[in-house]
């Protein structure tokens, strides 16, 4: 049975990372959407500005590091290149390949066509909202949607009473922007409400990610990639690396703590 659930351990990885890296090319299309929306270098509108760059500081480098490290282009035929290690969409990845990439470009059309969190949510969970509350599924997460419609309000009225002929232009621009995105897309997000709203969503479904990826680093889940071998190669190692490398950080004054190294060297810390 142990043996089995490991299996299943090791695909709901596969699908959390999906869902993962999806989020992160989505919150690109619409920070880049807002950033544009605000005119060159942000001059046009900074008070709008302020709002994309509490959410954007990070996120360009994270979408590139998808296309980097987790989903690309498969090599050219009859190309000398060396082997595609994609985790997601890569021949010595994960194990999807490139039949995931038109299931994520669904999901990411899907989540352009939401107009609320609830709708979003409904992308994901294919159960009723009162079934969801009946069997207590996720009550904290919830509580935190249920916050979301009072502050993307909030902060959209605050905006537009700055300057209302701004807010107003600068909403049909980030509009334009997302529709030019493509049919792929298929964008139906046509006011910084609803923008919020989903960024809101996706950031609070994506925070829920934190720390499953060191699974990754067991022997238990990672030998699912390939069950058929009894080495491990360098294509496993490039996983557990992957996997491992999102749950590392460094912050000055905080240190690396243990509770399970009976020896360790005190003269190493992290400054």
Request: aromatic content about 10%; charged content about 20%.
């Amino acid at each position: 049975l142990q043996f089995l659930a490991s299996s299943a351990i090791y695909n709901i990885i596969v699908f959390a990372s999906s869902i993962h890296a999806t989020i992160h090319v989505f919150h690109y299309l619409l920070t880049s959407a807002l950033m544009y929306a605000c005119g060159p270098d942000g001059a046009d509108y900074p008070e709008l500005l302020a709002v994309a760059n509490a959410y954007g500081e990070n996120i360009r480098n994270k979408y590139y590091q998808v296309g980097d490290l987790l989903i690309g282009d498969p090599p050219k035929p009859n190309v000398l290149s060396a082997p595609d290690t994609r985790i997601l969409t890569g021949e010595f990845g994960f194990g999807s390949g490139q039949d995931l990439r038109p299931i994520l470009e669904a999901v990411l059309k899907s989540w352009g066509q939401s107009q609320s969190a609830p709708a979003f949510i409904n992308t994901l969970i294919s159960l009723p909202q009162d079934k969801m509350d009946a069997s207590g599924l996720l009550p904290e997460f919830f509580k935190q949607v249920s916050l979301i419609p009072e502050f993307a309000a909030g902060v959209t009225e605050t905006v537009k009473d700055m300057d209302n002929t701004k807010f107003n232009e600068a909403e049909e621009i980030m509009t334009k922007y997302l529709v030019d995105c493509g049919a792929k897309f298929d964008s139906k997000i046509t006011s910084l409400e609803t923008w919020l709203a989903l960024m809101s969503v996706s950031g609070q479904i994506h925070a829920g990610t934190m720390s499953y990826t060191r699974l990754l680093g067991t022997k238990d889940i990672l030998r699912w990639r390939d069950i058929t071998k009894s080495k491990w190669d360098s294509f496993d190692m490039n996983i557990a690396v992957g996997g491992l490398g999102t749950i590392i950080g460094a912050e000055p004054d905080h240190y690396v703590m243990s509770s399970t190294i009976a020896e360790f060297d005190r003269r190493i810390k992290c400054e």
